[in-house]
């Protein structure tokens, strides 16, 4: 079971590295500033609220084994309520919404969401077993 966890994290690290590389290039290529819209911080915090869901969902896949979904979802719920306490005050503080800042956020948040997505699937279709 310890080998769900480090796929999660390679899974997690490979992709987003990538993505986040692949994101600076496209703004650089359309001449918009790559490191505004709190782009840092968005990758960041989605890394951390993945890897936080991730482990508690592994920590209680015994407990609560049927309810997984459930607290899968709820971890999605707290990620946009992450977005809208702490991001979304920001991004309309000029009173609107542009593009570059809902993608600054959103497209970690797909990456993120994704990985855990095929992560869960492996740890609920995986054998209970002790570790």
């Known amino acids: 079971m310890i080998r769900l966890i480090v796929l999660f994290f390679l899974r997690l690290i490979v992709f987003i590295v990538f993505v986040f590389g692949g994101h600076l290039m496209v703004l650089k290529h359309f001449g918009n500033p790559m490191f505004e819209n709190s782009i840092v911080l968005s990758y960041s915090?989605?890394?951390?609220?993945?890897?936080?869901?991730?482990?508690?969902?592994?920590?209680?896949?015994?407990?609560?084994?049927?309810?997984?979904?459930?607290?899968?979802?709820?971890?999605?719920?707290?990620?946009?309520?992450?977005?809208?306490?702490?991001?979304?005050?920001?991004?309309?503080?000029?009173?609107?919404?542009?593009?570059?800042?809902?993608f600054s956020f959103f497209v970690p948040y797909v990456v993120c969401l994704f990985t855990e997505t095929l992560s869960v699937i492996e740890l609920v279709n995986s054998p209970q077993k002790s570790n």
Not at 54 to 61: C, N
Not at 64 to 88: C, E, P, R, T, W
């Open 45 to 102: 915090v989605n890394v951390i609220l993945a890897a936080f869901i991730f482990l508690s969902l592994y920590k209680l896949r015994k407990k609560y084994n049927d309810q997984l979904g459930f607290l899968f979802m709820f971890g999605s719920m707290l990620k946009f309520a992450v977005f809208f306490i702490f991001f979304y005050p920001d991004f309309r503080a000029d009173g609107e919404m542009s593009r570059l800042e809902f």
